[in-house]
């Protein structure tokens, strides 16, 4: 390097300049050799010297949509146009996105070096595209590194939808309400059946039941109970919660209907009973004595 080179390089890097901005200045020096083959451009050689580079947008002629080119020298060299915040978040982008070679201290011929390979594969990626298809562009193809959601699909797991990629919760695709349904039989006890046919039979036959009698009425009142279960409905509505993956229960509503009544229960003792002779011996009897006593009484 000549002595000149070296006073160049210290006063660049004094005051407002930096080292940076010399090789800014050195690169666009570079990219305007670049548009001088017959001078021996930097990149006449290169494979890519051929291709132009879709850096996105264009411009309509009528109705027809223009997408503007880019020659690849002059691509490659268009970080040299770029400003402070550009650089930062070219470099930002390629960390988060984790882009092999992309580190904190970049310096400018490293962003280079880096957006030349993405201006590069996006001209190799446009060499097969379909009618109509859009064209790469070096930002698309920074962009393939990204964890971004849905890029691989997505599975299901139970009730959620989760990201292949990410790993990521996000869709509940479970109920959105949850019924459920018990059934229970309440089997009369013996005392509760004794209890029952004593208090019936008193006023049917004036009498108490007999053991026989008891064993009978229990087993028509269980029979009854087994054939008609208390069915209890209970309906939950449920919130899913899309960070912690719970499903909340916030309303909760229920319905009862089926089993034996009372009044069933005391049919079942009274109905056969009434079929007997000796419940109608007795009520005649009684009947006959309640008007004998009126007689007498003078009612």
């Known amino acids: 390097m000549a002595k000149g080179d070296d006073q160049s390089i210290f006063e660049a890097t004094q005051g407002t300049g930096s080292l940076d901005d010399l090789m800014k200045a050195k690169l666009k020096e570079a990219s305007t050799q670049t548009n001088q083959p017959s ?3 930097l990149f006449s050689n290169s494979p890519y010297s051929q291709y132009n580079v879709f850096l996105g947008g264009g411009s309509y002629q009528g109705s027809t ?3 503007t080119q880019t020659p690849y020298s002059e691509a490659i060299m268009d970080v040299t146009h770029w400003d402070d915040t550009q650089l930062r978040q070219f470099v930002n982008k390629g960390i988060i996105n984790k882009v092999p070679g992309f580190e904190v201290g970049m310096g400018l011929p ?6 030349q390979n993405m201006v590069e594969a996006s001209i190799m990626f446009n060499q097969s595209l379909k009618p109509n298809q859009t064209p790469w562009t070096p930002f698309d193809v920074m962009d393939t590194w990204a964890n971004q959601k849905g890029k691989f699909g997505t599975q299901r797991q139970g009730d959620w939808v989760f990201d292949v990629a990410t790993g990521e919760r996000i869709k509940y695709v479970g109920p959105k309400s949850r019924t459920t349904t018990n059934r229970s039989v309440d089997l009369s006890s013996p005392e509760d059946v004794k209890a029952l046919a004593s208090q019936m039979l008193a006023e049917l036959l004036g009498r108490a039941p007999t053991t ?8 028509a009142i269980n029979a009854e109970e087994r054939s008609n279960p208390q069915v209890t409905t209970v309906t939950q509505q449920l919130s899913p919660d899309l960070a912690t993956g719970e499903v909340r229960v916030t309303d909760e509503s229920s ?7 009372d009044a069933a229960r005391a049919a079942l003792v009274s109905a ?27 009612g």
């Open 110 to 115: 490293q962003i280079q070096s880096a957006w």
């Open 255 to 261: 319905t009862t209907s089926g089993g034996v009544s």
């Open 212 to 219: 026989k009698e008891l064993a009978q009425f229990r087993s």
């Open 39 to 41: 001078q021996g451009g």
């Open 65 to 67: 949509f223009t997408r």
């Open 272 to 298: 056969p009973v009434q079929d007997t002779k000796e419940y109608g011996k007795y009520q005649a009897g009684t009947t006959y004595f309640d008007a004998m006593m009126q007689m007498i009484g003078g």
